[in-house]
C-alpha cells in the first residue's frame, strides 16, 4: 500500500550547521509533498511545501529537494539554530484528500 | 479566525467508558481527519470525511466511530475505550474549492487516557 520512509529518526547537530532529513514516498501518483514542524505539546504546522512540477525550493535557511524518478525528498536546514529543535515529518498526497504522513525526525540543535 | 479546535484538550477514561470529541473548523474547507500520534509512529489516518454527510476509514479505524453532519463540524467516537486507545489525537482540515492551496492545517490536539 502507499507509504512513506523517513530517517532518520533522530537527529543531532551543532548549533550552525546543517541538518538534512530525506523521505521515500511509494505512491508514484504524490504531486504535493509538504514538512510539518511540530514544536514539544504543540500541533504540526506546515513549514515548507513543494509540489511535483518544482525540483527544489526555498525560504530563507529552509529548503526541499524532490527527486520523481526516485520518488525521494528532502528538507535542508542551514545555519541550525536551537529554536529549529523539533520534530518534523514529511508527507505526501495525491491531490485529492489523503495525506501519508512519515514517522518523523526529531532534531536536537546543541547550543 | 479561528481555523481548527478541538475539544476536549485532555481527558482520562475508564476502559469501557465512551465519549466524543469534536473537531470544528472555520475555513470552509471541504476534507476533514482524525489522527493519532503515538510515540515513534507518527501520524496514523483514523478516519476522513470528504464532504458533509460523508466518512471513510483510514489506516487504523478499528475502536473509532466518525460522523459529519454539518460541513464545519467533524466528530470522533470512543463506543468502549481500550488501554490501546490512550494516545494524541490531532484533527485536520484540508482543501477549499476553487483553491489551488492543499495545506493541511492541524487543531491542537487531545491527549487521551484510558486506564
Known amino acids: 500500500g502507499e507509504n512513506v520512509e523517513q530517517h532518520p529518526s533522530t537527529l543531532s547537530v551543532q548549533e550552525g550547521d546543517s541538518a538534512v532529513i530525506k523521505c521515500t514516498y511509494s505512491?508514484?501518483?504524490?504531486?504535493?509533498f509538504p514538512w510539518y514542524k511540530q514544536e514539544l505539546g504543540k500541533r504540526p504546522q506546515l513549514i515548507i511545501d513543494?509540489?511535483?512540477?518544482?525540483g527544489e525550493k526555498k525560504d530563507q535557511r529552509i529548503a526541499v529537494t524532490l527527486n520523481k524518478t526516485a520518488k525521494h525528498f528532502s528538507l535542508h536546514i542551514t545555519e541550525t539554530q536551537p529554536e529549529d529543535s523539533a520534530v518534523y515529518f514529511c508527507?505526501?498526497?495525491?491531490?485529492?484528500?489523503?495525506?501519508?504522513f512519515g514517522t518523523g525526525t526529531r532534531l536536537k540543535v546543541l547550543a | 479566525n479561528a481555523g481548527v479546535t478541538q475539544t476536549p484538550k485532555f481527558r482520562v477514561l475508564k476502559t469501557g467508558q465512551s465519549m466524543t470529541l469534536l473537531c470544528a473548523q472555520d475555513m470552509n474547507h471541504e476534507y476533514m481527519y482524525w489522527y493519532r500520534q503515538d510515540p515513534g509512529m507518527g501520524l496514523r489516518l483514523i478516519h476522513y470525511?470528504?464532504?458533509?454527510?460523508?466518512?471513510a476509514k483510514g489506516e487504523v479505524p478499528d475502536g473509532y466511530n466518525v460522523s459529519r453532519l454539518k460541513k464545519q463540524n467533524f466528530l470522533l467516537g470512543l463506543e468502549s475505550a481500550a488501554p490501546s486507545q490512550t494516545s494524541v489525537y490531532f484533527c485536520?482540515?484540508?482543501?477549499?474549492?476553487?483553491?489551488?492551496?492543499?495545506?493541511?492545517?492541524f487543531g491542537q490536539g487531545t491527549r487521551l487516557t484510558v486506564v
Open positions: 513543494i509540489r511535483s512540477n518544482v
Open positions: 505512491d508514484s501518483a504524490s504531486n504535493y
Open positions: 508527507a505526501a498526497n495525491t491531490g485529492t484528500y489523503k495525506y501519508i
Open positions: 470525511s470528504v464532504g458533509e454527510g460523508t466518512t
Open positions: 485536520a482540515s484540508s482543501y477549499e474549492k476553487g483553491l489551488s492551496n492543499t495545506e493541511a492545517f
